[in-house]
């Protein structure tokens, strides 16, 4: 029961010794004598009653000293037990609600329990989690009577039997406070011989599962668009969004918006030492008392590794070892593997750490820092290698298109000797032409520029066949012009000669290739006449640029037919793709043009009979000898032929693999290989050479791979009807550049990064409907393959091999499509060119669907200072399935890996074993490693950093770090051990943590829903660095709400905002792609209860490994996401649970299990894990990293700073309480070990010269404040 005590009565009543001097006498004398004796009796009574306080408060004080004695006794008990359970870096702690569910709480609150951290995990195994949290659990940190009692994990959710004693009340939480919110802890009994003289009790409250709140950074560190970006960071909580049971705000406290604010916060920090001086604070009276179960102004952290032992090693000190071209490394990372050096688990696709390196240092790489950061492609040898051993950021090939239009040309115009009376243009007015527009769409998914110098591109036989269909006007049904009637005739076939060879010279028909180099060209004239450069070719953050042919302004189709060999346009020998000179620019209309598409008139068995009168070599819609497609026409004008009829045309078309006949007589054609490849290479500068650069090769082993995959769709144009030649004719010498309004583009073919659109049809609908051969409906132009691309489809390692015959469509990151354009404006939907020279992709393809720029990657701006910065690096992507784009920080399990298994081995999809990388990822990374930020500042060196960093002289770029000096050392010895000649030495990153703390460390197994605010609010009012998308122009806006930006330099405003700036962001649909959610104080409070939910089911989190990652087994909620994950998920943070087009984020059709069931397209293993919004992971959308990222480097699983509350009574020989005594200890673990003989960075575990002392009991606790307590303050 808990025992209620009573005040001691300071005073006892008079003894009757006493009370004799206060008899009567009488007479003068008498009166006198009286007066004396009066005199006499006031001072005896006085002595008297003296002498009976002095003997009371003699008693008084031995009650209150064993009283003491007691209570000092349970703060020894405590701080030993707090040593022995918490002392060893691998412990982790919670608070007892950790155990409670909504319907049933603990029964004993506020308790503090220990378990082993989870040291041996091994994700490769299915674990049992729920086994692991009952079997490691240590004790609870509280008095009991009996002592074994609190070693039971159930103890906390029991109620408490025998005696007890309210340590946390009232007084301590103000008049409200609940039961819940109270503290109790068990008497234990001191006896003496026997019988019970005394009680004492003690209580261990772990501070950081509270947001510690006397904590301020300097926002005047704002100097540079580095130091903006370190303030954009979760340096400490925010107080004021905390939410009291009255409903008020905890906003009495100081704030540090602005330098002044700051500065005045600053002073606050010494007075502020305990939450009852916080109260002494302005309008703070009674509001503070009531958060002392969430907020602590007492935490600091040793930066520990919970699970290997020891102290974190530092990421800031084994890359600043690097530098702008060099990714040196510590010995034992140099050359070396993340997964397979951090935990033995390898593949193929394990990354390098030399990558992460590169990562890093690439802040030094960019131009402009402060006004406009530009990152120049680097010339690196590894750009193709499937795991790179450095980081080269560079655009994306988005798209490689190839768009087949019509036109026809009047005879009246061309060469002589097809337009003279005697020939062609004597029977015919018009010759049918096929324009071929190779085009590429380079992308830059980074949040600043990239400029590279020159790219050339090239790509090979075309898997698209043509069945022009001729009518004669006199009479009859179409006939097909082919070879052998009715199939389809590839590109490669399509040849007067033949094309020429470039090795050789020699014209022949063969493979047909398309090479697209691509420069800001200082002219229009033929690449082989003039390859000057006028400058580098520069993309904005995020943005789209379409690359294509051009050709000099005055040429034309007429005069290329009198132009031999030196003809631009019309590639009558073949051999123009081969040196297409390409620039940001789109002519509509304008492409390489062949007139030869029907060879068949090479063959004179097909042409034995049926001649115009007269005309032996002139056939309807034939010449003799002549590859041609003529075409009579009444309304030609000017007429030059003798034609008095019209003729009609259209032109069927299919996938097929390309094929050519060799020669005119045979009829068995030459079957190309099986494979559609892209190629580039890439000059970074001016200096360099073209280096090899991506890969895209898609094979398919046989035609019915293309039948399948395109549902051996045939498609016309015009889709019905047909064409009349002055239906699409352009006129005589009409230039090449001006000729779109005459041109029918009718088809395109695509090798393109998937887009969140696909899948989509023409309907909004991600299911097919009417009938398929209808070649208007069914149509997929967003792609084909619906997906999240953004989490699971790297298209920015532009490397990839798919054998289409063999593996699923559906896992790779680049897809096939062939699409038809329905109309000759069809095509616009499509080509949506902007000034600017850029389209639409990355949500689509068409105007309605695709923005014109999307970043999703970021290149820092300084050195990195949260692990979490990793996950939009692409420094971990490789070109082996499956594909992660942010793995790092967040959680997601990859819909081609089971559920219970982080390292599978599936031929089906891939011959290399599958690595989860987000699980890998974050086992390597968290717990192990941290950024100390004792990194380059500017022109400031590293040792410089760290020098005024331990001097006070200025902070670091994670200001949450307080320095700390180990016994026995000084800062000049600190930093001679640690640099050298400005540099980390080899060993510097297994020291670094000796010297710093962290205030305000916050356990991720808190329950508290205001703690969890205020951590998550830390960015609330901050300045956020912006580059826009459009203008790449920098600028800083003041964050109206809670922001919780995807990178630390965005590339659009706040999400939400109904009206933008045109000039700078296209539009709200672009803006909420590349800009940042500002949440409101409703958002995060549901966010946050949503958090603690996740906390409770899934807690206590045994590492940072465990709280960061999925959970690893069998198919479910746990194992499909983390628990911030799915905490976002469920407070409807982005989008409503099952919200449907239009209310889903970016207007995007969500991803249904159905959508991504079909085998011949996908091959999921667990399909559920894609469903949802397939925009999921642009920058707008909040995911798990970006959580992350604000709650590092201060996320912990253990507390470091405890306080105690001891009680002692001292009770008389009938049981009855003569005192008590109340004391308030805090008690502070630091990076000493309790034996000295160890530096503190010495791993206990491990290290087989270790102290058997350090082994047992870890690191020091030392007392850094003890006061007594009142009755009243309890």
Same mark, same amino acid.
């Given at each position: 029961?808990?025992?209620?005590?009573?005040?001691?009565?300071?005073?006892?009543?008079?003894?009757?010794?006493?009370?004799?001097?206060?008899?009567?006498?009488?007479?003068?004398?008498?009166?006198?004598?009286?007066?004396?004796?009066?005199?006499?009796?006031?001072?005896?009574?006085?002595?008297?009653?003296?002498?009976?306080?002095?003997?009371?408060?003699?008693?008084?004080?031995?009650?209150?000293?064993?009283?003491?004695?007691?209570?000092?006794?349970?703060?020894?008990?405590?701080?030993?037990?707090?040593?022995?359970?918490?002392?060893?870096?691998?412990?982790?702690?919670?608070?007892?609600?950790?155990?409670?569910?909504?319907?049933?709480?603990?029964?004993?609150?506020?308790?503090?329990?220990?378990?082993?951290?989870?040291?041996?995990?091994?994700?490769?195994?299915?674990?049992?989690?729920?086994?692991?949290?009952?079997?490691?659990?240590? $004790?609870?940190?509280?008095?009991?009577?009996?002592?074994?009692?609190?070693?039971?994990?159930?103890?906390?959710?029991?109620?408490?039997?025998?005696?007890?004693?309210?340590?946390?009340?009232?007084?301590?939480?103000?008049?409200?406070?609940?039961?819940?919110?109270?503290?109790?802890?068990?008497?234990?009994?001191?006896?003496?011989?026997?019988?019970?003289?005394?009680?004492?009790?003690?209580?261990?409250?772990?501070?950081?599962?509270?947001?510690?709140?006397?904590?301020?950074?300097?926002?005047?560190?704002?100097?540079?668009?580095?130091?903006?970006?370190?303030?954009?960071?979760?340096?400490?909580?925010?107080?004021?969004?905390?939410?009291?049971?009255?409903?008020?705000?905890?906003?009495?406290?100081?704030?540090?918006?602005?330098?002044?604010?700051?500065?005045?916060?600053?002073?606050?920090?010494?007075?502020?030492?305990? &939450?009852?001086?916080?109260?002494?604070?302005?309008?703070?009276?009674?509001?503070?008392?009531?958060?002392?179960?969430?907020?602590?102004?007492?935490?600091?952290?040793?930066?520990?590794?919970? $699970?290997?032992?020891?102290?974190?090693?530092?990421?800031?000190?084994?890359?600043?070892?690097?530098?702008?071209?060099?990714?040196?490394?510590?010995?034992?990372?140099?050359?070396?593997?993340?997964?397979?050096?951090?935990?033995?688990?390898?593949?193929?696709?394990?990354?390098?750490?030399?990558?992460?390196?590169?990562?890093?240092?690439?802040?030094?790489?960019?131009?402009?820092?402060?006004?406009?950061?530009?990152?120049?492609?680097?010339?690196?040898?590894?750009?193709?290698?499937?795991?790179?051993?450095?980081?080269?950021?560079?655009?994306?090939?988005?798209?490689?298109?190839?768009?087949?239009?019509?036109?026809?040309?009047?005879?009246?115009?061309?060469?002589?000797?097809?337009?003279?009376?005697?020939?062609?243009?004597?029977?015919?007015?018009?010759?049918?032409?096929?324009?071929?527009?190779?085009?590429?769409?380079?992308?830059?998914?980074?949040?600043?520029?990239?400029?590279?110098?020159?790219?050339?591109?090239?790509?090979?036989?075309?898997?698209?066949?043509?069945?022009?269909?001729?009518?004669?006007?006199?009479?009859?049904?179409?006939?097909?012009?082919?070879?052998?009637?009715?199939?389809?005739?590839?590109?490669?076939?399509?040849?007067?000669?033949?094309?020429?060879?470039?090795?050789?010279?020699?014209?022949?028909?063969?493979?047909?290739?398309?090479?697209?180099?691509?420069?800001?060209?200082?002219?229009?004239?033929?690449?082989?006449?003039?390859?000057?450069? =006028?400058?580098?070719?520069?993309?904005?953050?995020?943005?789209?640029?379409?690359?294509?042919?051009?050709?000099?302004?005055? =040429?034309?189709?007429?005069?290329?037919?009198?132009?031999?060999?030196?003809?631009?346009?019309?590639?009558?020998?073949?051999? &123009?793709?081969?040196?297409?000179?390409?620039?940001?620019?789109?002519?509509?209309?304008?492409?390489?043009?062949?007139?030869?598409?029907?060879?068949?008139?090479?063959?004179?068995?097909?042409?034995?009979?049926?001649?115009?009168?007269?005309?032996?070599? #002139?056939?309807?819609?034939?010449?003799?000898?002549?590859?041609?497609?003529?075409?009579?026409?009444?309304?030609?004008?000017?007429?030059?032929?003798?034609?008095?009829?019209?003729?009609?045309?259209?032109?069927?078309?299919?996938?097929?693999?390309?094929?050519?006949?060799?020669?005119?007589?045979?009829?068995?054609?030459?079957?190309?290989?099986?494979?559609?490849?892209?190629?580039?290479?890439?000059?970074?500068?001016?200096?360099?050479?073209?280096?090899?650069?991506?890969?895209?090769?898609?094979?398919?082993?046989?035609?019915?791979?293309?039948?399948?995959?395109?549902?051996?769709?045939? !498609?016309?144009?015009?889709?019905?009807?047909?064409?009349?030649?002055?239906? #699409?004719?352009?006129?005589?010498?009409?230039?090449?550049?001006?000729?779109?309004?005459?041109?029918?583009?009718?088809?395109?073919?695509?090798?393109?990064?998937?887009?969140?659109?696909?899948?989509?049809?023409?309907?909004?609908?991600?299911?097919?409907?009417?009938?398929?051969?209808?070649?208007? *409906?069914?149509?997929?132009?967003?792609?084909?393959?619906?997906?999240?691309?953004?989490?699971?489809?790297?298209?920015?390692?532009?490397?990839?091999?798919?054998?289409?015959?063999?593996?699923?469509?559906?896992? %790779?990151?680049?897809?096939?499509?062939?699409?038809?354009?329905?109309?000759?404006?069809?095509?616009?939907?499509?080509?949506?060119?902007?000034?600017?020279?850029?389209?639409?992709?990355?949500?689509?393809?068409?105007?309605?669907?695709?923005?014109?720029?999307?970043?999703?990657?970021?290149?820092?701006?300084?050195?990195?200072?949260?692990?979490?910065?990793?996950?939009?690096?692409?420094?971990?992507?490789?070109?082996? &399935?499956?594909?992660?784009? %942010?793995?790092?920080?967040?959680?997601?399990?990859?819909?081609?890996?089971?559920?219970?298994?982080?390292?599978?081995?599936?031929?089906?999809?891939?011959?290399?074993?599958?690595?989860?990388?987000?699980?890998?990822?974050?086992?390597?990374?968290?717990?192990?490693?941290? #950024?100390?930020?004792?990194?380059?500042?500017?022109?400031?060196?590293?040792?410089?950093?760290?020098?005024?960093?331990?001097?006070?002289?200025?902070?670091?770029?994670?200001?949450?770090?307080?320095?700390?000096?180990?016994?026995?050392?000084?800062?000049?010895?600190?930093?001679?051990?640690?640099?050298?000649?400005?540099?980390?030495?080899?060993?510097?990153?297994?020291?670094?943590?000796?010297?710093?703390?962290?205030?305000?460390?916050?356990?991720?197994?808190?329950?508290?829903? %205001?703690?969890?605010?205020?951590?998550?609010?830390?960015?609330?009012?901050?300045?956020?660095?912006?580059?826009?998308?459009?203008?790449?122009?920098?600028?800083?806006?003041?964050?109206?709400? *809670?922001?919780?930006?995807?990178?630390?330099?965005?590339?659009?405003?706040?999400?939400?905002?109904?009206?933008?700036?045109?000039?700078?962001?296209?539009?709200?649909?672009?803006?909420?792609?590349?800009?940042?959610?500002?949440?409101?104080?409703?958002?995060?409070?549901?966010?946050?209860?949503?958090?603690?939910?996740?906390?409770?089911?899934?807690?206590?989190?045994?590492?940072?490994?465990?709280?960061?990652?999925?959970?690893?087994?069998?198919?479910?909620?746990?194992?499909?996401?983390?628990?911030?994950?799915?905490?976002?998920?469920?407070?409807?943070?982005?989008?409503?649970?099952?919200?449907?087009?239009?209310?889903?984020? &970016?207007?995007?059709?969500?991803?249904?299990?159905?959508?991504?069931?079909?085998?011949?397209?996908?091959?999921?293993?667990?399909?559920?894990?894609?469903?949802?919004?397939?925009?999921?992971?642009?920058?707008?959308?909040?995911? %798990?990293?970006?959580?992350?990222?604000?709650?590092?480097?201060?996320?912990?699983?253990?507390?470091?700073? #405890?306080?105690?509350?001891? !009680?002692?009574?001292?009770?008389?020989?009938?049981?009855?309480?003569?005192?008590?005594?109340?004391?308030?200890?805090?008690?502070?673990?630091?990076?000493?070990?309790?034996?000295?003989?160890?530096?503190?960075?010495?791993?206990?575990?491990?290290?087989?010269?270790?102290?058997?002392?350090?082994?047992?009991?870890?690191?020091?606790?030392?007392?850094?404040?003890?006061?007594?307590?009142?009755?009243?303050?309890?």
């Amino acid at each position: 029961m808990n025992r209620v005590f009573r005040n001691c009565r300071p005073y006892a009543p008079l003894t009757a010794e006493a009370r004799r001097f206060a008899r009567p006498d009488a007479g003068f004398a008498l009166v006198a004598t009286l007066l004396m004796l009066v005199l006499l009796a006031l001072l005896a009574v006085g002595m008297l009653s003296l002498s009976s306080i002095s003997l009371r408060a003699s008693s008084q004080a031995g009650s209150m000293a064993e009283a003491r004695s007691n209570a000092r006794m349970a703060l020894m008990v405590a701080i030993g037990e707090l040593q022995k359970e918490m002392g060893p870096d691998r412990r982790i702690s919670a608070a007892s609600e950790i155990l409670a569910t909504s319907s049933a709480p603990v029964a004993k609150p506020n308790t503090t329990g220990v378990w082993d951290s989870w040291w041996d995990f091994n994700p490769s195994s299915s674990p049992d989690y729920a086994s692991e949290k009952t079997s490691r659990f240590r $004790r609870w940190l509280v008095s009991s009577a009996d002592s074994t009692a609190p070693r039971s994990r159930d103890f906390a959710t029991t109620a408490w039997t025998g005696e007890t004693v309210e340590l946390v009340g009232a007084g301590s939480l103000g008049a409200g406070a609940t039961t819940s919110e109270k503290v109790t802890a068990g008497l234990v009994p001191v006896s003496k011989n026997g019988k019970v003289q005394g009680s004492y009790a003690w209580h261990v409250s772990d501070e950081s599962v509270k947001a510690r709140v006397n904590l301020y950074r300097d926002p005047g560190q704002d100097t540079t668009l580095a130091q903006k970006r370190a303030l954009l960071a979760g340096h400490r909580p925010d107080p004021s969004v905390m939410e009291g049971s009255g409903g008020y705000l905890l906003t009495s406290l100081p704030s540090d918006l602005t330098p002044a604010a700051f500065a005045n916060a600053k002073v606050s920090v010494g007075k502020v030492t305990d &939450l009852d001086q916080a109260e002494l604070l302005d309008q703070a009276k009674g509001k503070v008392k009531p958060f002392r179960n969430d907020i602590t102004p007492y935490s600091l952290g040793v930066m520990a590794d919970v $699970r290997g032992g020891g102290l974190k090693q530092d990421l800031s000190s084994m890359f600043e070892m690097g530098g702008a071209g060099s990714n040196s490394l510590p010995p034992e990372f140099a050359n070396r593997k993340l997964y397979q050096s951090t935990h033995g688990i390898s593949g193929v696709s394990d990354p390098n750490w030399s990558a992460l390196a590169g990562y890093y240092n690439s802040f030094r790489n960019l131009s402009a820092q402060d006004t406009n950061p530009t990152m120049a492609v680097k010339s690196a040898a590894d750009f193709t290698d499937p795991v790179p051993s450095g980081y080269n950021p560079a655009p994306v090939i988005a798209k490689v298109d190839t768009i087949f239009s019509l036109v026809a040309r009047p005879l009246s115009g061309v060469a002589h000797w097809i337009a003279n009376s005697g020939s062609a243009g004597g029977t015919y007015d018009h010759m049918v032409s096929l324009i071929v527009t190779p085009v590429v769409t380079l992308h830059n998914p980074y949040n600043v520029n990239i400029s590279f110098r020159q790219m050339r591109v090239e790509f090979t036989n075309i898997p698209i066949g043509f069945n022009f269909m001729f009518q004669n006007g006199s009479g009859g049904g179409p006939v097909s012009q082919s070879v052998v009637a009715g199939t389809f005739e590839c590109y490669n076939t399509m040849a007067y000669r033949g094309h020429r060879n470039p090795e050789t010279g020699v014209l022949a028909r063969n493979n047909k290739r398309f090479v697209l180099t691509i420069a800001n060209w200082a002219s229009d004239n033929p690449l082989k006449s003039d390859s000057s450069v =006028s400058g580098d070719i520069i993309l904005k953050p995020g943005q789209t640029i379409l690359c294509g042919p051009t050709l000099p302004p005055n =040429s034309s189709f007429d005069q290329d037919t009198k132009s031999g060999s030196n003809a631009v346009g019309f590639d009558w020998e073949g051999d &123009l793709l081969d040196v297409i000179k390409a620039k940001p620019a789109f002519v509509p209309g304008l492409g390489f043009e062949v007139s030869a598409v029907t060879i068949s008139s090479f063959r004179s068995s097909n042409y034995s009979t049926g001649s115009f009168p007269g005309k032996p070599n #002139f056939f309807p819609g034939a010449w003799r000898g002549h590859p041609f497609t003529l075409l009579r026409d009444t309304r030609t004008s000017p007429k030059t032929s003798d034609s008095t009829t019209t003729d009609r045309f259209f032109i069927q078309y299919k996938a097929v693999r390309p094929y050519w006949y060799a020669d005119d007589a045979t009829v068995t054609p030459t079957k190309a290989d099986t494979t559609f490849a892209v190629s580039a290479q890439i000059q970074a500068t001016a200096s360099d050479a073209l280096q090899d650069f991506a890969k895209l090769q898609f094979d398919y082993e046989d035609e019915s791979t293309l039948q399948k995959l395109f549902d051996d769709r045939v !498609y016309r144009y015009p889709p019905t009807g047909t064409f009349a030649a002055t239906d #699409f004719a352009a006129p005589a010498g009409a230039r090449y550049s001006s000729q779109s309004s005459y041109v029918h583009p009718f088809a395109i073919f695509s090798a393109y990064a998937r887009t969140t659109n696909g899948g989509v049809y023409e309907t909004g609908l991600r299911t097919k409907s009417g009938a398929r051969e209808s070649p208007q *409906i069914n149509l997929l132009r967003d792609g084909r393959l619906a997906g999240k691309p953004f989490l699971f489809h790297n298209a920015s390692r532009t490397n990839q091999t798919a054998n289409l015959a063999k593996e699923k469509p559906g896992i %790779q990151s680049y897809e096939l499509n062939f699409q038809p354009f329905l109309s000759k404006g069809d095509y616009e939907d499509y080509m949506d060119v902007d000034a600017s020279n850029r389209v639409p992709s990355l949500t689509g393809n068409k105007t309605t669907s695709g923005i014109k720029s999307g970043s999703y990657l970021e290149i820092p701006s300084g050195p990195l200072q949260a692990i979490a910065d990793f996950r939009r690096s692409n420094a971990l992507s490789t070109s082996y &399935l499956p594909n992660f784009v %942010q793995p790092v920080g967040n959680s997601l399990l990859h819909p081609l890996m089971s559920a219970n298994k982080v390292a599978e081995a599936n031929p089906a999809i891939a011959s290399n074993t599958l690595l989860d990388h987000s699980v890998l990822a974050n086992h390597a990374l968290y717990d192990r490693f941290y #950024f100390s930020t004792f990194a380059t500042r500017g022109t400031t060196s590293p040792d410089t950093v760290f020098e005024q960093f331990m001097e006070g002289t200025a902070p670091l770029a994670s200001q949450a770090f307080q320095p700390y000096l180990p016994g026995g050392k000084t800062v000049a010895g600190a930093k001679a051990e640690l640099y050298s000649s400005g540099k980390p030495r080899d060993s510097a990153y297994r020291n670094a943590a000796e010297h710093q703390m962290i205030r305000g460390p916050f356990n991720v197994n808190s329950t508290s829903v %205001q703690a969890w605010k205020a951590v998550l609010a830390a960015m609330k009012g901050s300045d956020v660095s912006i580059l826009w998308a459009r203008t790449a122009g920098l600028e800083t806006n003041k964050a109206g709400g *809670i922001p919780i930006p995807g990178m630390s330099l965005v590339n659009g405003g706040a999400n939400g905002t109904p009206v933008v700036d045109g000039t700078k962001i296209d539009n709200e649909k672009t803006n909420d792609w590349n800009g940042y959610r500002e949440l409101t104080e409703t958002e995060l409070q549901t966010l946050a209860e949503k958090i603690v939910a996740e906390v409770r089911d899934r807690g206590p989190f045994l590492s940072m490994s465990e709280f960061v990652n999925r959970q690893v087994g069998p198919s479910g909620p746990r194992t499909l996401s983390g628990a911030l994950e799915a905490a976002i998920a469920k407070a409807e943070i982005n989008e409503t649970r099952n919200a449907v087009f239009p209310e889903t984020y &970016l207007d995007q059709i969500p991803v249904t299990a159905n959508d991504v069931s079909d085998p011949s397209l996908y091959a999921y293993k667990t399909p559920e894990a894609t469903t949802g919004n397939p925009a999921a992971g642009a920058p707008g959308w909040v995911g %798990q990293g970006e959580l992350m990222r604000i709650l590092e480097p201060s996320a912990t699983v253990r507390g470091d700073t #405890f306080v105690i509350r001891a !009680y002692g009574e001292a009770q008389d020989a009938n049981g009855n309480i003569t005192a008590r005594a109340h004391a308030e200890a805090v008690v502070q673990r630091v990076p000493e070990y309790v034996d000295p003989s160890d530096r503190p960075s010495l791993n206990a575990y491990t290290d087989p010269a270790a102290s058997a002392a350090n082994r047992t009991f870890g690191r020091r606790f030392d007392v850094v404040s003890f006061r007594w307590l009142s009755d009243k303050e309890i």
